[in-house]
DNA sequence: GGCGAAATGTTAGAGACTAACATTTTCGCT
DNA sequence: AGCGAAAATGTTAGTCTCTAACATTTCGCC
């Protein structure tokens, strides 16, 4: 990360990854599947699952999915740390680093989708609830790491989520 | 496109596609910037932004973008061709070219949210609004590229546009 | 100390892409 | 037709990510 930050992404090589780390450039493959991996990882998925799967069945699955987002990451103890940060606007300036967060969005989308299939909603509309609340959660938090503008990160994500919804809805009916 | 689909496109080098046109290699990477490149060429992203900023500025900007795409599907003329199907389920079969979907949608995005700040909309929430609408709309697509139902693809997009607005919300309060 | 397993290294190679430079093809113009 | 400039294409050599096969070292445990 240091040399990513440092000279750019691109620029760095396994090779320099490898000899900064003291290892071969093969045992770096075997801790990390590709050089993009480095830079992602999130274990966040389940705790979201969860919590989608637990609000109101009788609630339209837009709504469930957005509750539950809201409140996984209100769950999300304290700030972002330093690192995140950096890795976050690492990815932001990187145009194929920003699509290679979706491979961990689909994820997180095929885990949703389950929770909200296993009670009775349909496929389609569990996949265009899940896809439209993680885009624009995944808008908030790119836009967060490129125009800082110092709103927290937590609180950006909460008026992301209350902009897909009712409150979101009827904010702007009355300007 | 015949050699992917035939063979898959991780097993197709871009020496064979280069040999099947009967050009170099070289000529190939001036045509075409990178291998993934032969699977995404949509134009369509103009038209879809002048429809946005045509909606009613009353409305919130959710509202706006929704309206704005799903009167871009509806103007694409008839179905999608025999191609373009294929293509897109090449892309839903593959993961990394499933990513690659978000580097073409950054364009339309970025194009949207230029379209509403235009009118008076906030930067984050014409980026939410934006970021929500496309993230619906390409669930739903790959979606349709991967468990195929009969349903006509213009069709699944205008559910899935309306699963996301009003009537969405509304048509499962009373089940 | 010694044994098996895990971690690491070496080497060779495929495949995407780039840069520099040479060659051919095309095309407007006389 | 024929000339010359410009565009298209080719050749070669190289970098970089990533893989496979196989050798070597390190480590935990008895």
Redesign the pocket.
């Known amino acids: 990360m240091a040399l990513f930050v440092q000279q750019g992404f691109d620029e760095?090589?396994?090779?320099q990854i490898a000899e900064a780390a003291?290892?071969?450039?093969?045992?770096f493959?075997?801790?990390f599947?590709?050089?993009?991996a480095v830079v992602f990882d999130d274990p966040y998925d389940p705790v979201i699952a969860d919590l989608v799967a637990a609000q109101d069945p009788g609630l339209p699955a837009m709504e469930r999915v957005r509750l539950g987002l809201l409140g996984a990451w209100n769950s999300v103890p304290d700030a972002v740390d330093d690192a995140t940060r950096e890795k976050i606007r690492l990815i932001a300036g990187h145009t194929r680093l920003t699509a290679g967060i979706w491979e961990n969005n689909r994820r997180t989308e095929d885990l949703i989708v389950e929770a909200l299939t296993g009670t009775g909603v349909g496929r389609v509309e569990a996949r265009v609830a899940a896809g439209a609340c993680l885009g624009g959660l995944t808008a908030a938090l790119l836009d967060w790491a490129s125009e800082p503008d110092g709103q927290e990160l937590r609180e950006r994500m909460s008026t992301a989520l209350d902009l897909m919804g009712e409150s979101g809805r009827t904010a702007r009916r009355n300007r």
Chains 1, 2 share one sequence.
Do not use: C, E, L
């Not at 003291?22 to 045992?27: A, F, K, R």
């Open positions: 760095t090589t396994v090779a003291g290892v071969s450039q093969m045992t493959f075997r801790y599947p590709t050089k993009d």
